[in-house]
Every structure is written in structure tokens, then in C-alpha cells.
């Protein structure tokens, strides 16, 4: 029973969520224009946050996706400033997401630093680069090809609706994360590395290289990330990724109090990014106060995590 | 799930409350700055004499948020929308705002064809009014400690014109332009950046005066210049926005000797007046309107 709530709770939370606002909001929440409002305005936490997953199913963290994901805008950026093509800037900007993600994994696994530890040094580091190659300023007007901009407003018309770029983006890195996580030998290998490292080191798995790539993913979706974002906002600022992190992490937290064993799974985080991006978007249609959304937003994490925490502890 | 049940129940009890029918949404991701927040509480009492309601959202200094709460606002149907950021980094919200037919207005913001008008303070004259009076006190030569912050387009304005200044007088040196780390509210680290300027000059004089952008990290500096205990070797000071403790430190008349001061709550109550117009469907011709500044000095601080 207690088994049953732990994970049905967070969801029923939702849906309860979900019932609130549209009885609130009868004329403007259920409607298709503010739910494709709310899967644009989520895709670059679904994106930060489902390649956190990735890291976080082997029990590992990375808090440097942020200051990442404002990195690979500002490579971007200064690329295009450069005058090279956008394909260019955007290859750059994935690279760097890889490369900073395997040093990560490099020194986590390799050097054997705790990830909490490592990866709060490279957000410092990420954060330095982007400030010294921009030299502080924000890039942005002409600097900003259309092309690359024009992305974060183009779409896929369906009829009278159009989906928009950045939520298929969004989709299709959700979906190809899930296939990883759930459908290939590499995933499963990540989650027995995070039931016990030790014992999946005695059996084989390769845990310091399948380590590394998991890094090295997860630094690349917060590239990804971080470029979706310099075209959402047409322009490129050493900070403006540094919000997504503790939201990431919030929702992959909120997606564990739905799994049976208290894993994060793709699906699951999906549902905590949900979770997180509907409240934002209903509460400020109810006017309800910046600061006070921001404690209940919280609760709601610690409610969802204490429900799941205390359930725990009961079967224990 | 109780405690789910309960903060459910505590949302509608907060919201319960609160008429449906909104009007004019603000939003920005400065509120904590005193300037954005001052020229919002300008705002808000000229609105509430108008009898508008206003909705405030502060999206803690992320600026794609911004763009959120924009779409959020349109599905709302709101009236007008007031921003106060940069809107080149919120175009498409401005886009999606002209699509819906909804006017937005900046405030202390930035120029743009998408926002009726800005309503702001004249950066150029600012910066321009402090560095004259630096290079006029210092009789147009000696050594000068600029602080600048060149990622907030607002602030990036005023050093340039400042360089501009200074490079017209053959005798002045400017011997560091410091970009603070702002994260701790910029006095600390200018403090630490002006300790290590003044120990690289030790000399008596070497240093004649400090340029600073805004206030911080005027009062960073003038901590270090009398913690080095070099305060009577008249080195000037100079800040832009007259916070209450620039005010303070003005008043003592030491080395922190002018600053300017913006009228934030004219300022909010300008951008009413432009979003009244707004609304009404009046023709706004001007895209720039600038509020007044004045000069602070040890003569008026205490104003």
C-alpha cells in the first residue's frame, strides 16, 4: 500500500495539479496554444534535465550543466561573431559540451573525485570561460545570425496548431535518452553500476569508461541545452544557463518518487519537468506572487520527496 | 499526499482571493536590484490611481523566464505588458506580444521597434556628467581607476562614454578598467580589486581618482582607500544611481565626492502614462523618453 502511494503519489500530486488550474483557469489553461506555450517554455529544462538522468541513474550528479549550457552559447556565439557559418558554431558548441563532460568523467572516475566535489569545481571553471571568452558581455543583435535565432520560432504546422522547434528538439532528445537508458546494454549496465559499482566492477562492466560517456552525455545535452536557449532569447550571456541546474536536478528528484526502487527514469523526469513548468505557467496566470511561487514550488519538491522518503522508511 | 492535498488547497486559498480580470502584467528578472525595484513601485502607485490591476513577476534574474512569463501574460489576455530587461533578449516574447495585439513598454530597459517606447534615464549624460566632473576635480591630469560592468548593456554605455572622456585629456591615464564580480553585490570585490590596485601604487598621489559605473563599487573602493589608510591624499570618487549609502558616504564629504541620481519612481509613473496611451490606442511618437538625473554632492546628499 505504502509501496503504491510512494509511487502513484507524485502523479496523482500532478494530476491534482493539473484539475486545479484547469478549474482556475477554465477559459486559458486547457487550452492547445498555452500547453504548446508550456512544452517550449520546458524544452531546455526537459533537454538539461533527461541527460541528467543519464549520470544520475549511476547515482552520480553534475552540477556544472549550467555553467555549460552558457558556455556552449557563448562558443556559439563567438563563432558566429567570428563570421563562420552557423553549422560551425553549433558543432563547436556540442564539442565543447562533450569535452567539458568527459573531463568531468575523467575526474570522477578516473581521478576518483566525488562527482559533488569535481563537478562544483568545473561549474566554476565552465563559468570563468564563458566570462573570459565573451569578456563579460552579452552577444547578441547582428552578431546572432536569423537563421539561428529564427529556429527557437520556427515550427511544424499541424493544421491550426504549430508545434514548435524547440519542443521537437526536446522530444526527440527525451526519446533517444529513454532508448538509451532503457533499451540498450549501456543503460542497464549505468543502472547496475548504480545499484553497487563495486559489484558491477567484479562483473565486468566497464564502470570508469561507461562512466566517462555518461558524463560526456550529459555535458552534451546541457550543450544542447544551452544553445536552444541562446536562440530562444537571440543572444548569449557567460550566465544565463545557470538557472537550469537546481531545476534538473529538482525534477529528476521529483521523476524518483514515481520508480519502484527510487531510480530516476527518463519518463519519470519528464513528469517531474511537467510538474515544475505547469506550476509555473499556472501560477503566474493566477497572479499568485513571484516569491511565493518559489516556496511553494519548493514544498512541493520536499512534499513529493518526503512522501516517497517516509514510505521508504515504513517498508523498511 | 496529504501535505500535497494541503498545498493544494493553501494555492486556492491564496488565489481564491484575487479578482480574475487582469490588466497590465511587469515583468522582469531584477527585481531584487533597488533601481528595477523602485521604478516598479513608481509604477504600481501610478497604476493603482488609475485603477489597474498589476501583476509583478520576477523571474530571479533568468531571462528566458522572461520570455515565458511574456507568453504567459498574452494567454492571459492582459492589456499591456511592462518589461524592465534588455528586450533584444526577449524579442520573441515582443513578437508573440504584437501578434496578440498587446502593447509592451519598457522600463529602464532598452530600444527596440517591438516595445511602444523605453522609459529610462539618460546613460550617456550620466556617465558623461561624472567623468567630466572627475577630469574637471583632478584639473585634467593623473591616474584613473575605472569600474565598469560591460555584460549589462545599461551599464556597458556608460563606460564607454567615460573612456571617451578620459581619452580627450592627454594627462589622464587610466591605469585599470576592473570588471567587479557582482554575485556579492559588487562592494566586496571591488574592495579586494582596489586594495590590490593601491598596493601595486604605493606612492603618495599616484592615484588620482576612481571612475565607477554605478555605486558599489564606488563604496568598495572608498573602503579600501581608508582601510590603506590613504584617504587625505584626495583621491576622487565618483558612482552613478545616489543609492541611500552612496548618499551617506557623499554627505561625509571625503572622497567619495558626486554621484547622480535617477528618479526611478518618475520613472515608473512615466511608463504608465505611456502604457495609459497605450491602451487607449494614442500615437507614441517618441521611442526614448528619458526622466530627469541630478548630480549628487556633499551640498545636497542629504536630500
Redesign the interface.
Known sequence: MMQKLRQSGTLLGFVLILLFFALKLPDTFLTARNLINISQQLSMLAVVATTMTIVMVMNDFDLSVGSMASLSGIVAAMIFTAGYPVWVGLSAALLVGVLGGLFNGFLVSVVGILPFVATLGTLTVFSGMAFLLSDGKTVFGRDIPASFSGFARAGIEIGDIKIPMLTITAGLVIFICWCILEHTNFGRRLYAIGGNKEASHLAGIKVVRLRLYAFSLTGLGAAGAGLMYAARVASANPTQGSGLMLDAIAAVFLGMTMSRRGEPKVIYTLVGVLILGVLDNGMTQLRVDSYVREILVGLIVLAAVAVASLSKLRQA | ?K???K??V???A??AS?AWA?TVAVITPY?AQPGTQMAIEGFEAAASEKEWEV???????????V???I???I???VDAIVIAV?P?????GL?SAKEAGIPVVGLDAGTDPLLVANVTSNGYAMAAETSVYIANRIEGAGKVVMFV?????PV?IRGVVADAIFGNFPDIEVLDRV?PDVSDGGIADSRAKMEAILAANPEAGSIAAVWAAWDQPALGALQAIEGAGREGEGIVITGIDANPQARDAIALAGNFEASIAQDFGAMGAAAADVVAGAMSGAEQRARVIYVPTKMVTANNAGQ
Not at chain 2, 55 to 65: E, L
Not at chain 2, 88 to 92: D, E, M, S
Not at chain 2, 149 to 153: G, L, N, Y
Open positions: 499526499m501535505t500535497l492535498l498545498t493544494a493553501s494555492l486556492f491564496l488565489t484575487s487582469e527585481l501583476n509583478v513577476i520576477d523571474t530571479a534574474g533568468d531571462v528566458a523566464s520570455i515565458s512569463r507568453e504567459d501574460s494567454t492571459q489576455n534588455d533584444a533578449q526577449v524579442n520573441v513578437q560592468f560591460d555584460a549589462f548593456p556597458q570588471t
